[in-house]
């Protein structure tokens, strides 16, 4: 789901920067008056986890695959303007130090899986479990609804950037994205009741919660080499499509592809980039409680 840097130019990187970083500053706000505040710790250790769970590309159908996104899991586990604000700490790193995204991407892809993946997702979750739909169901609606209104904002950002027809793209990333987004709903069901369990059994020792997910967070990394290398949802449109790259903003990165160039072996470097990605979130997200809100529990 990550637009490449190749994908967009023109007058729309620069008008969904605006809009995201609006859209940023707006839950920033929210959250630093919210009542209901998660700990530092747990912040930092959800970030963490779905930017790991995120390597893990998983085979659909047609020589494609896809990879959680994690949106409404945070959601689930931070509350909606946390949420926004974790899912774009993750873009942002994954952009500057991996190159997934490409920087003038990164205002696109903020809104798309983090304002619109979190955000509107996030409303819709609390709209479905406000009207009585039990909440497993409304976790998986709002998962599903996450992924199809990023892959509708992507085609519609695609088109007015040149790069592709919008029906033509409107049609495959839809008809892709509405399988992906069950594999999402499935995963996010499975996740949050696992988590949110282990979070009942530690419920007065958040710390211990936190550790946990941080935890299991290497554990993804450490499977990463294992994920499928086919091309996810959005590569696949993009070359049944045969539209031709444009010139993008490619900016020299630490650990591109996931990898970290100075070791040899594809396996170790792949864990390593992983393991690195986890130690930049963490960090990033325990220097930012302060600024962000969070309670410095």
Same mark, same amino acid.
């Given at each position: 789901? %990550?637009?490449?840097?190749?994908?967009?130019?023109?007058?729309?990187?620069?008008?969904?920067?605006?809009?995201? $970083?609006?859209?940023?500053?707006? $839950?920033?706000?929210?959250?630093?008056?919210?009542?209901?505040?998660?700990?530092?710790?747990?912040?930092?250790?959800?970030?963490?986890?779905?930017?790991?769970?995120?390597?893990?590309?998983?085979?659909?159908?047609?020589?494609?695959?896809?990879?959680?996104?994690?949106?409404?899991?945070?959601?689930? @586990?931070?509350?909606?303007?946390?949420?926004?604000?974790?899912?774009?700490?993750?873009?942002?790193?994954?952009?500057?130090?991996?190159?997934?995204?490409?920087?003038?991407?990164?205002?696109?892809?903020? @809104?798309?899986?983090?304002?619109?993946?979190?955000? @509107?997702?996030?409303?819709?979750?609390?709209?479905?479990?406000?009207?009585?739909?039990?909440?497993?169901?409304?976790?998986?609606?709002?998962?599903?609804?996450?992924?199809?209104?990023?892959?509708?904002?992507? $085609?519609?950002?695609?088109?007015?950037?040149?790069?592709?027809?919008?029906?033509?793209?409107?049609?495959?990333?839809?008809?892709? %994205?509405?399988?992906?987004?069950?594999?999402?709903?499935?995963?996010?069901?499975? @996740?949050?009741?696992?988590? +949110?369990? %282990?979070?009942?059994?530690?419920?007065?020792?958040?710390?211990?919660?936190?550790?946990?997910?941080?935890?299991?967070?290497?554990?993804?990394?450490?499977?990463?080499?294992?994920?499928?290398?086919?091309?996810?949802?959005? +590569?696949?449109?993009?070359?049944?499509?045969?539209?031709?790259?444009?010139?993008?903003?490619?900016?020299?990165?630490?650990?591109?592809?996931?990898?970290?160039?100075?070791?040899?072996?594809?396996?170790?470097?792949?864990?390593?980039?992983?393991?690195?990605?986890?130690?930049?979130?963490?960090?990033?997200?325990?220097?930012?409680?302060?600024?962000?809100?969070?309670?410095?529990?």
């Amino acid at each position: 789901m %990550h637009i490449p840097a190749s994908m967009l130019h023109g007058s729309i990187c620069p008008v969904t920067a605006a809009v995201s $970083a609006v859209g940023v500053l707006a $839950a920033g706000a929210l959250a630093w008056r919210s009542e209901d505040r998660p700990t530092s710790s747990r912040f930092a250790a959800v970030t963490a986890l779905i930017f790991a769970l995120q390597m893990l590309n998983y085979p659909i159908q047609d020589g494609t695959s896809g990879h959680l996104v994690g949106a409404v899991l945070a959601v689930g @586990l931070l509350g909606i303007p946390f949420a926004v604000l974790s899912m774009t700490m993750i873009l942002v790193v994954q952009a500057v130090f991996f190159g997934d995204g490409g920087i003038n991407a990164l205002g696109a892809n903020i @809104l798309n899986m983090s304002l619109l993946g979190a955000g @509107l997702a996030g409303v819709l979750l609390q709209r479905l479990t406000r009207a009585g739909l039990p909440r497993r169901l409304s976790i998986a609606a709002a998962a599903w609804f996450s992924v199809v209104i990023g892959a509708l904002a992507c $085609a519609l950002e695609a088109a007015l950037a040149g790069t592709a027809g919008w029906t033509g793209m409107l049609t495959a990333m839809l008809s892709l %994205h509405a399988l992906i987004g069950v594999g999402e709903a499935l995963l996010t069901v499975a @996740l949050l009741a696992g988590l +949110e369990f %282990h979070g009942r059994l530690w419920q007065e020792r958040e710390g211990a919660f936190s550790l946990g997910a941080i935890l299991l967070a290497c554990v993804a990394a450490l499977c990463s080499p294992l994920a499928s290398g086919l091309p996810d949802g959005l +590569e696949r449109v993009l070359g049944d499509l045969s539209l031709a790259p444009v010139s993008g903003a490619h900016l020299p990165v630490l650990f591109p592809d996931y990898m970290v160039p100075a070791i040899p072996n594809a396996t170790l470097a792949t864990i390593t980039a992983g393991l690195l990605g986890i130690g930049i979130l963490l960090a990033v997200s325990f220097s930012l409680r302060a600024a962000s809100g969070l309670s410095r529990r």
